[in-house]
């Protein structure tokens, strides 16, 4: 096909087989990419289309298109739609018996199969990809390919392997496609997979119709929270994202005094995690309370509500898991709850699943190239903790440290820079926890923060109107009271200082505390004094109603680079300086609140408010 007939006959199968009159945005131009024979890696949010853009193409190209996926239930999914189109798609799984696959291989090499889905551990068996070979494919579309790289909320062993064997099935094109990929993630994408000049889209992040709000709340206040945003029915379907298994199942319990709700979790038989899924996609479930097992592939378009009990371990998760709301395009909410201790929590999971450095070297030390050793006896001899040294070996395999033979015995590998390797993973997941944590306290609209945060190269950078920042009268959990007088009387403090040093790139968060609140002699002390964490209380509700701005700096000390907050006067925050009417007013949330929507009142017999520089669109948390 000559690249000049593509766009006529793209829109020819677009309407024909899909019975689309028009592609969605972006889509276009990716197919037309992939037809020509480009490499390519598309970043496009859930519930963007991103399926359309190795399938229409792998229809414009004569021969079958090899479809590399992560989930056997994505397979089926994908399979059992592009079937229904009449198309031959299979699958080969460890789901399905020898039979059937052996069929789906005959056909394959016969060509008669439109398209051919299979996980990425089905090409190390030996003789399979050589059987792939002998009848190349015509496109190659690798599925949530952020499993690819060592900087991907889900790292997979087996994804980092297809860098090495791709080149047997080429000269196809290959097309990577994730929904969720910073700039850092994309270029290792890039280079695993040897995509080398090819082309990269990164598009649609914003999605227009979900209004984030982020609350803090303590763990024990969550639950009832839940249970009251879901007793409304305009907030069904939902999924509610737990961090444990164990407290998936206890939520799913309670919710179920308000109607039909089941946990999922890796803990449960397939058997099962396939019935509750089935049920919610057809609607007999209105509710799950789910681990991040859940969701990877799953196509609901009106969940109404998404709702995390405690903070993501990433951005990254983070916004694919939200990204399963209003997929019908119809206005959703997702709600993060969030504490301090939650970060303990990401903490220990962390330690779990990354061991020290030095536990591995002590395991490193003792192989050789030579010879293998036995994994048990060498663990009791180390006197290594079974868990820990299974953790241990999967990721010195990752990382090249460790290899087996025949027998599963353990031999050094072949990277000697592994351990540079391991460690630069495992602090990097440890910053994204840093990175989800900044997001819960951030200052700006929270669907511009997730658009800059995957860099999308055609976003307007307008603000979303939706969420708990932008409109904060549309918060369906967050109650809001006024800012009491001692609050304004330092909310003025603060304002006055940034007037008195008043520079043009600002001042340091801690210097600033340092000038309104600590001991010194030429500030009058605040009585009673204010604590460092409600002086950042403080500042993150000025920001929002834009008195002030907050944005990251940077300093090197003993080789290290040391990031803090700057922050500025905005021309409001001067205008309210100057009116020195005594108050600033400013909306506070209530912390422990019962969750039903209010608007902001003064309380009977409060009195009135003096009218000073009021923001109402604004609140603190």
Same mark, same amino acid.
Request: hydrophobic share 40%; with cysteine; proline share 5%.
């Given at each position: 096909?000559?690249?000049?007939?593509?766009?006529?006959?793209?829109?020819?199968?677009?309407?024909?087989?899909?019975?689309?009159?028009?592609?969605?945005?972006?889509?276009?131009?990716?197919?037309?990419?992939?037809?020509?024979?480009?490499?390519?890696?598309?970043?496009?949010?859930?519930?963007?289309?991103?399926?359309?853009?190795? $399938?229409?193409?792998?229809?414009?190209?004569?021969?079958?298109?090899?479809?590399?996926?992560?989930?056997?239930?994505?397979?089926?999914?994908?399979?059992?739609?592009? $079937?229904? &189109?009449?198309?031959?798609?299979?699958?080969?799984?460890?789901?399905?018996?020898?039979?059937?696959?052996?069929?789906?291989?005959?056909?394959?090499?016969?060509?008669?199969?439109?398209?051919?889905?299979?996980?990425?551990?089905?090409?190390?068996?030996?003789?399979?990809?050589?059987?792939?070979?002998?009848?190349?494919?015509?496109?190659?579309?690798?599925?949530?390919?952020?499993?690819?790289?060592?900087?991907?909320?889900?790292?997979?062993?087996?994804?980092?392997?297809?860098?090495?064997?791709?080149?047997?099935?080429?000269?196809?094109?290959?097309?990577?496609?994730?929904?969720?990929?910073?700039?850092?993630?994309?270029?290792?994408?890039?280079? $695993?997979?040897?995509?080398?000049?090819?082309?990269? !889209?990164?598009?649609?992040?914003?999605?227009?119709?979900?209004?984030?709000?982020?609350?803090?709340?303590?763990?024990?206040?969550?639950?009832?929270?839940?249970?009251?945003?879901?007793?409304?029915?305009?907030?069904?379907?939902?999924?509610?994202?737990?961090?444990?298994?164990?407290?998936?199942?206890?939520?799913?319990?309670?919710?179920?005094?308000?109607?039909?709700?089941?946990?999922?979790?890796?803990?449960?038989?397939?058997?099962?995690?396939?019935?509750?899924?089935?049920?919610?996609?057809?609607?007999?479930?209105?509710?799950?309370?789910?681990?991040?097992? !859940?969701?990877?592939?799953?196509?609901?378009?009106?969940?109404?509500?998404?709702?995390?009990?405690?903070?993501?371990?990433?951005?990254?998760?983070?916004?694919?898991?939200?990204?399963?709301?209003?997929?019908?395009?119809?206005?959703?909410?997702?709600?993060?709850?969030?504490?301090?201790?939650?970060?303990?929590?990401?903490?220990?999971?962390?330690?779990?699943?990354?061991?020290?450095?030095?536990?591995?070297?002590?395991?490193?030390?003792?192989?050789?190239?030579?010879?293998?050793?036995?994994?048990?006896?060498?663990?009791?001899?180390?006197?290594?903790?079974?868990?820990?040294?299974?953790?241990?070996?999967?990721?010195?395999?990752?990382?090249?440290?460790?290899?087996?033979?025949?027998?599963?015995?353990?031999?050094?590998?072949?990277?000697?820079?592994?351990?540079?390797?391991?460690?630069?993973?495992?602090?990097?997941?440890?910053?994204?926890?840093?990175?989800?944590?900044?997001?819960?306290?951030?200052?700006?609209?929270?669907?511009?923060?997730?658009?800059?945060?995957?860099?999308?190269?055609?976003?307007?950078?307008?603000?979303?109107?939706?969420?708990?920042?932008?409109?904060?009268?549309?918060?369906?959990?967050?109650?809001?009271?006024?800012?009491?007088?001692?609050?304004?009387?330092?909310?003025?403090?603060?304002?006055?200082?940034?007037?008195?040093?008043?520079?043009?790139?600002?001042?340091?968060?801690?210097?600033?505390?340092?000038?309104?609140?600590?001991?010194?002699?030429?500030?009058?002390?605040?009585?009673?004094?204010?604590?460092?964490?409600?002086?950042?209380?403080?500042?993150?509700?000025?920001?929002?109603?834009?008195?002030?701005?907050?944005?990251?700096?940077?300093?090197?000390?003993?080789?290290?680079?040391?990031?803090?907050?700057?922050?500025? &006067?905005?021309?409001?925050?001067?205008?309210?300086?100057?009116?020195?009417?005594?108050?600033?007013?400013?909306?506070?949330?209530?912390?422990?609140?019962?969750?039903?929507?209010?608007?902001?009142?003064?309380?009977?017999?409060?009195?009135?408010?003096?009218?000073?520089?009021?923001?109402?669109?604004? !609140?603190?948390?």
């Amino acid at each position: 096909m000559l690249p000049s007939e593509s766009p006529s006959i793209l829109r020819s199968i677009l309407k024909s087989t899909f019975g689309f009159d028009s592609f969605r945005p972006y889509q276009e131009e990716v197919c037309e990419a992939a037809v020509s024979g480009k490499d390519l890696l598309l970043v496009m949010p859930t519930g963007a289309g991103k399926s359309l853009c190795y $399938q229409l193409p792998g229809l414009a190209r004569p021969g079958t298109t090899l479809v590399i996926s992560p989930l056997i239930a994505l397979m089926e999914d994908q399979a059992i739609r592009l $079937q229904k &189109l009449g198309l031959k798609a299979e699958r080969i799984h460890a789901g399905r018996d020898r039979a059937a696959s052996r069929q789906v291989c005959i056909d394959y090499l016969s060509g008669r199969l439109d398209f051919l889905f299979i996980a990425p551990e089905r090409l190390a068996v030996p003789g399979f990809i050589e059987m792939l070979a002998k009848r190349k494919p015509s496109l190659i579309a690798i599925d949530e390919a952020h499993c690819i790289s060592q900087w991907g909320h889900d790292f997979r062993p087996e994804y980092r392997m297809l860098g090495q064997r791709l080149p047997m099935l080429r000269p196809a094109p290959v097309i990577a496609l994730t929904a969720t990929a910073t700039a850092k993630v994309q270029d290792d994408i890039v280079t $695993q997979l040897g995509l080398g000049e090819g082309l990269r !889209f990164i598009h649609g992040f914003r999605r227009s119709n979900i209004g984030i709000e982020v609350v803090e709340l303590n763990p024990s206040e969550r639950a009832p929270a839940v249970l009251e945003l879901l007793k409304n029915p305009a907030h069904l379907p939902a999924i509610v994202y737990a961090p444990t298994r164990k407290e998936a199942e206890d939520l799913a319990t309670q919710l179920k005094k308000i109607g039909p709700c089941s946990a999922y979790h890796a803990g449960l038989t397939p058997e099962s995690r396939e019935t509750i899924q089935a049920s919610f996609l057809d609607g007999k479930l209105n509710m799950i309370v789910a681990t991040i097992a !859940f969701g990877m592939g799953i196509d609901k378009s009106d969940v109404r509500m998404v709702i995390h009990t405690a903070l993501p371990a990433s951005v990254e998760g983070y916004y694919q898991e939200i990204g399963r709301a209003g997929r019908d395009g119809k206005n959703s909410r997702a709600v993060l709850m969030h504490a301090y201790v939650d970060r303990r929590t990401h903490e220990w999971f962390h330690t779990r699943d990354y061991p020290e450095p030095v536990t591995l070297k002590r395991i490193y030390a003792e192989l050789s190239q030579g010879s293998a050793l036995v994994a048990d006896p060498l663990r009791a001899r180390l006197k290594i903790e079974p868990d820990v040294f299974e953790k241990a070996l999967m990721k010195m395999r990752v990382h090249g440290a460790v290899t087996t033979d025949m027998q599963g015995d353990l031999m050094r590998g072949t990277n000697p820079d592994w351990i540079k390797s391991y460690t630069s993973q495992r602090d990097h997941k440890l910053a994204q926890l840093s990175l989800i944590a900044k997001y819960a306290e951030s200052s700006g609209c929270r669907m511009l923060h997730l658009v800059n945060h995957f860099g999308d190269q055609t976003d307007s950078a307008a603000t979303c109107g939706l969420c708990d920042v932008c409109a904060p009268e549309l918060s369906v959990l967050q109650l809001h009271r006024e800012a009491n007088p001692q609050e304004q009387k330092s909310i003025l403090r603060i304002l006055s200082v940034l007037n008195h040093f008043d520079t043009q790139d600002g001042m340091g968060t801690g210097r600033l505390f340092t000038e309104a609140f600590a001991e010194n002699p030429r500030v009058k002390r605040v009585d009673p004094p204010v604590e460092r964490k409600e002086y950042e209380h403080l500042l993150r509700g000025l920001a929002r109603a834009e008195m002030i701005t907050l944005k990251e700096d940077a300093f090197e000390k003993d080789g290290k680079c040391i990031t803090y907050q700057r922050a500025a &006067l905005t021309a409001a925050g001067r205008k309210a300086v100057k009116a020195e009417q005594g108050s600033i007013t400013l909306a506070f949330p209530k912390k422990g609140a019962t969750p039903v929507r209010k608007r902001r009142k003064s309380a009977k017999g409060g009195g009135k408010t003096k009218k000073t520089s009021t923001v109402k669109s604004s !609140f603190f948390r």
